[in-house]
């Protein structure tokens, strides 16, 4: 997997903001099954993604060979009935310029006379997360649980739109 060819999928599917709000609930969906809670996955990047299908959602995430995923948080997207992908793949980045010998002696086939750095392969993970998204919907639009009091989060967000949360009441104009 090349840098320039992650960079160029994720330029075109967050150019769309429905791209960038279903990663937002890929995040959160993560986040209530408590999967961050596992060994570094919280340290991925996205590299692909979101993928949207009819009834599903998938998002690819990289992660450094050495911090694997831990496989008990892929258990808990499963259970809920995800997929979850591992596969080893070797990411092609450019080298940092310290010295002489970092520069890439055929230049840079898209910039004629011009200096590359050197490509350097790094062993990742690849992680590809398949949510179902009926079970996305549901999360998006679920009663919270507080202390055994159920809140309806659809209403404390209308509130919001309303203007009832009261913020204004307290302003004096001077």
Do not use: C
């Not at 320039?4 to 429905?18: C, G, M, R």
């Not at 086939?109 to 079970?135: C, D, G, Y």
């Amino acid at each position: 997997m090349d840098q320039t060819e992650i960079i160029d999928k994720l330029l075109s599917n967050t150019n769309s903001n429905n791209s960038v709000e279903i990663l937002m609930q890929v995040e959160e969906t993560l986040d209530r099954l408590n999967v961050f809670a596992y060994d570094n996955w919280f340290e991925g990047e996205v590299v692909d993604g979101p993928d949207i299908d009819k009834y599903w959602v998938a998002v690819t995430f990289m992660y450094p060979h050495k911090m694997m995923p831990d496989p008990d948080g892929a258990a808990r997207i499963i259970a809920k009935g995800g997929r979850v992908y591992y596969k080893k793949d070797t990411l092609i980045t450019a080298a940092k310029l310290r010295e002489p010998e970092d520069i890439d002696p055929e230049g840079d086939p898209r910039r004629p006379n011009q200096s590359a750095a050197k490509k350097i392969e790094r062993p990742i993970w690849l992680v590809t997360v398949e949510l179902p998204r009926s079970f996305m919907d549901s999360i998006t639009s679920a009663d919270l649980e507080i202390d055994s009091i159920a809140i309806d989060t659809d209403a404390v967000e209308q509130a919001y739109d309303d203007g009832l949360d009261g913020e204004n009441e307290f302003r004096e104009d001077a």
